[in-house]
C-alpha cells in the first residue's frame, strides 16, 4: 500500500511538499479547485466546511488544467521525492453544464475529455471526481473530537440542508455570480435522472479515460444524505456505489473510498463495504479517516478514536492485496499555533504504525 496525501490548492508549495513527506507520504493527491476563493475565509487551511448558503466560493474561470501545469506540479514534487497519483476533483467552471444539463453540456463533455487527456500524457492515473448537485453541503464544524478538538460533522439537519440551491451555482460552489437571483433556483429533478446524467457521462468519458490510462474514481455522496437542498444523491447507502460502479462496466471507473463518508450512511456495513470493493479491485485510492455515528448525526473524529476499527480495514485491504494508495483525508485541528499541520500529522503516524504492523 502507497502512503499518500492529499494537499488543497493553496497548500501546493514547497513547505507543504516536505510536510507531506516528513510525515511519510511518498504520494500525493492534489486538489486544483480552489475551494476557499471567497477572498477573507479565515478557514483556508481547514477542509471546507459546506455549512453557508453560498456554498464554499467562487469557482474560479480558468481554462481546462493543461498538461504544462500538470507536468510542472508533477515535477516540483518528484524534488521533493513524490509522485503526483491523483487529482481530486473538478472545477465546477468545467462541468457545470454536465452536472445540470445545462446547454453547454456537450462542450464541456470535452473539457472533461480534455482533462483525462492531459493527465494520461502527464502520466497522473486517477481523476477522483464527485457527481452532485449540492456537493459538500450541510456539515457545520464544532469541538466534536477528543479533547475538544475542531472538527465537522451534523447535529441533525441544518437550515443550509433544505436551501434550494439558486441558479449559478452548483457543486457548492458559484460558477456564474451574474446569475444568482432571490428565489431563482435550480429546478429538483429525481434521483433516475441523476443517474442517467452520471450513466450518459460516463459513457462518454470512460472510453477516453481508458485509452488514455487514467482511473475515474468515484466519491461517494458527502454527507450521505437522500436529498441536499432539495436535490437527490446519487446514492446514499453502500449498495447505491456498488451497484454504479458494476454497471459501468470498465476497469477504469472505481471508488474513491472515503471510510468516514460509508461509515455514516445510514445503513450498511462499513468492513463488508470495504471487501466487496478490495476484492473486485474496485478501488482507486482510499480516504482513510474516521467518524462516529451515522447521518444526520455523525461526527468526524481523530482516526484512533470513531466507530471504524481502522487495523481491521488494513487487514481487510491486505488480505485482498490492496497495492493502491491511502490518504488521511482530513483531520480534527489540534489546539496549537499549526492546527491543521498538527491534525494530519497525528494521522499520518497512526496509518503508518498500521502499515506497518498489518
Ligand atoms: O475536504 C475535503 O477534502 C473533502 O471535502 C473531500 O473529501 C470531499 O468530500 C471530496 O473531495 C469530494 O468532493
Not at 461526527?299 to 490492496?322: C, N, P, S, W
Request: net charge negative; with cysteine; glycine share 8%.
Amino acid at each position: 500500500m502507497k502512503l499518500g496525501f492529499g494537499l488543497y490548492k493553496q497548500m501546493l508549495d514547497d513547505e507543504h511538499f516536505a510536510f507531506a513527506r516528513q510525515a511519510g507520504a511518498t504520494h500525493i493527491v492534489a486538489h486544483l479547485t480552489d475551494y476557499f476563493n471567497k477572498g477573507e475565509d479565515e478557514n483556508r487551511t481547514d477542509q471546507p466546511v459546506g455549512d453557508q448558503e453560498m456554498g464554499w466560493g467562487i469557482a474560479k474561470k480558468e481554462e481546462v488544467w493543461p498538461y504544462e501545469t500538470l507536468i510542472s506540479l508533477k515535477k516540483r514534487l518528484a524534488k521533493h521525492g513524490l509522485k503526483l497519483e491523483a487529482l481530486e476533483n473538478i472545477n465546477p467552471v468545467f462541468w457545470h453544464d454536465i452536472l445540470l444539463d445545462g446547454p453547454k453540456r456537450d462542450e464541456q463533455v470535452e473539457n472533461v475529455k480534455q482533462l483525462v487527456r492531459n493527465m494520461g500524457k502527464a502520466g497522473i492515473p486517477i481523476l477522483g471526481y464527485y457527481f452532485s448537485l449540492a456537493g459538500v453541503a450541510g456539515r457545520i464544524r464544532g469541538r466534536f473530537a477528543r479533547g475538544g478538538a475542531v472538527a465537522v460533522g451534523m447535529e441533525g439537519k441544518s437550515e443550509v440542508i433544505d436551501t434550494p440551491i439558486p441558479r449559478g451555482m452548483v457543486w457548492n460552489m458559484i460558477y456564474d455570480s451574474s446569475q444568482i437571483q432571490p428565489g431563482d433556483i435550480i429546478e429538483p429533478i429525481s434521483r433516475q435522472e441523476l443517474i442517467r446524467r452520471h450513466r450518459d457521462f460516463l459513457n462518454e468519458i470512460l472510453p477516453v479515460a481508458e485509452e488514455s490510462g487514467v482511473q475515474l474514481a468515484m466519491h461517494p455522496d458527502d454527507p450521505p444524505l437522500k436529498e441536499i437542498r432539495k436535490q437527490p444523491r446519487l446514492g446514499y447507502q453502500p449498495d447505491h456505489f456498488k451497484e454504479i460502479i458494476k454497471t459501468s462496466e470498465s476497469p477504469n471507473h472505481v471508488m474513491e473510498l472515503c471510510l468516514g463518508t460509508i461509515a455514516e450512511m445510514a445503513s450498511g456495513d462499513i468492513y463488508e463495504t470495504v471487501e466487496h470493493f478490495a476484492k473486485r479491485d474496485e478501488i482507486g485510492y482510499i480516504h482513510f479517516r474516521n467518524v462516529r455515528n451515522r447521518v444526520p448525526y455523525y461526527k468526524e473524529t481523530f482516526v484512533d478514536e470513531g466507530d471504524i476499527d481502522m487495523a481491521r480495514i488494513v487487514q481487510i485491504l491486505r488480505k485482498h492485496d490492496y497495492r493502491g494508495m491511502i490518504i488521511p483525508d482530513h483531520a480534527p485541528q489540534m489546539s496549537c499555533e499549526a492546527p491543521w499541520h498538527a491534525g494530519m500529522a497525528f494521522s499520518m503516524g497512526y496509518i503508518k504504525a498500521l502499515l506497518q504492523y498489518f
